[in-house]
Nanobody, 120 residues
Framework: QVQLVESGGGLVQAGGSLKLSCVAS????????MGWYRQAPGKERELVAT???????NYADSVKGRFTISRNNNKNTVYLQMDSLNPEDTAVYYC??????????????WGSGTQVTVSP
């Protein structure tokens, strides 16, 4: 079994910062891409940022220059530093990981999400 657990969400004023963390645990041999997605009320889940195992990153246009994704492969952890937050960033943020399992196989896992609320 593999679990992803997010932390770091909360309430912040516009212009503020938050840092999200996501730790993967369980029968993990190696994690390929890791990423953050978000879903606002009444909207579809959308990509925020992804990072490959060797560090290549990809960002949604709406967060470029404000958010920074990083990872620690030794800790199976991915981070999302969010700066200059605005109310449009309010959403539940989900962690995703593309995992090679220790026994066999490969799969995509999701965390349960962490709420980020940005007040005007």
């Amino acid at each position: 079994q593999v679990q992803l657990v997010e932390s770091g969400g909360g309430l912040v004023q516009a212009g503020g910062s938050l840092k999200l963390s996501c730790v993967a645990s369980g029968s993990i041999f190696w994690i390929n891409n890791m990423g953050w997605y978000r879903q606002a009320p009444g909207k579809e889940r959308e990509l925020v940022a992804t990072i490959a195992d060797r560090g290549a990153t990809n960002y949604a246009d709406s967060v470029k220059g404000r958010f920074t994704i990083s990872r620690n492969n030794n800790k199976n952890t991915v981070y999302l530093q969010m700066d200059s937050l605005n109310p449009e960033d309010t959403a539940v943020y989900y962690c995703n990981a593309d995992i090679n399992y220790t026994v066999m196989g490969r799969g995509s896992k999701w965390g349960s999400g962490t709420q980020v609320t940005v007040s005007p």
